[in-house]
């Protein structure tokens, strides 16, 4: 497990905004991963997808990562921000919004 952990440590730490989810940006396998999605197209904002359904290492992997449950899971700047309810949460309150434009990430809304 530890390998897996360090590959996703790298990839966390590597990419601005990071989502792992369900299939890919261009293919969402789930609806929770579809609306992650739109939510961050909405915004404009460049990210880069990890589709967890390619490795059960992986999927349990990112679970142990955060000890978070569910999945998708998003990652700004190397942070943990949680999942697609805490994304709609805040984008609709525009905390998501604010967080990226925080960090320097850049956002086209």
């Given at each position: 497990?530890?390998?897996?952990?360090?590959?996703?440590?790298?990839?966390?730490?590597?990419?601005?905004?990071?989502?792992?989810?369900?299939?890919?940006?261009?293919?969402?396998?789930?609806?929770?991963?579809?609306?992650?999605?739109?939510?961050?197209?909405?915004?404009?904002?460049?990210?880069?997808?990890?589709?967890v359904l390619e490795s059960e290492e992986l999927r349990q992997g990112i679970k142990a990562y955060t000890?978070?449950?569910?999945?998708?899971?998003?990652?700004?700047?190397?942070?943990?921000?949680?999942?697609?309810?805490?994304?709609?949460?805040m984008f609709q309150s525009g905390e998501l919004k604010a967080m990226l434009d925080e960090k320097g990430?850049?956002?086209?809304?």
């Open positions: 497990m530890s390998d897996i952990n360090t590959w996703i440590d790298d990839v966390v730490k590597s990419n601005d905004v990071v989502l792992f989810m369900k299939g890919n940006a261009q293919m969402p396998m789930c609806g929770f991963s579809g609306r992650a999605i739109q939510i961050l197209s909405h915004l404009g904002v460049p990210f880069k997808d990890v589709n000890n978070w449950p569910t999945i998708p899971q998003l990652y700004i700047k190397g942070e943990f921000v949680g999942g697609s309810d805490i994304m709609m949460e990430v850049p956002v086209q809304a």
